[in-house]
């Protein structure tokens, strides 16, 4: 993945085609939404399902997907660590993706679902999390870079009321 450009798509494709089940969320989600901000990774809550998870990491291996920031370490996602809560931050062949058991405050899959929306990008058909709840989550979080984008995730958000 050396000096190239994430191939967000890619990373898509090869969830969708593996049947996974899961919700972008994280910048993506808000570019997808209309919003004018840059990213560097795509962020995705998958379902903790065990069926899910094998798909998940059938997705993972097409893909190469090992963690990021372990110097020459190739440590692979396992079972064991997609159904726990946490964060796995991986580098797969396509470039970059977060792989999050929950995010805010402990808000999963089975909770996000319920806020999310289906869209078609392509051929593809995806579940994003709904701006509102993407902005909520974006207040729950302490991080500077997270905080800073939310002014602009307001805006976009009055910009898509004012179309309705």
């Not at 903790?48 to 190469?64: F, K, S, T, V, Y």
């Amino acid at each position: 993945m050396a000096n190239r450009a994430p191939d967000f798509i890619k990373i898509l494709h090869t969830l969708c085609e593996n049947e996974v089940d899961f919700i972008v969320v994280g910048g993506i989600c808000a570019v997808l939404h209309g919003a004018p901000v840059s990213t560097f990774d795509l962020d995705i809550v998958h379902s903790r399902a065990p069926e899910n998870i094998q798909h998940l990491i059938g997705a993972l291996n097409q893909m190469d997907a090992f963690y990021r920031g372990r110097g020459e370490q190739r440590l692979v996602p396992e079972s064991y660590h997609l159904a726990s809560t946490g964060h796995h931050l991986l580098m797969t062949s396509y470039g970059p993706l977060d792989v999050l058991g929950s995010i805010g405050s402990g808000h999963d899959y089975t909770e996000l679902v319920d806020h999310s929306e289906e869209i078609i990008v392509g051929d593809l058909q995806l579940r994003l999390l709904n701006l509102e709840n993407l902005i909520q989550i974006k207040e729950e979080s302490a991080s500077a870079k997270d905080r800073a984008v939310i002014p602009i995730l307001q805006q976009t958000l009055k910009e898509k009321q004012k179309l309705e």
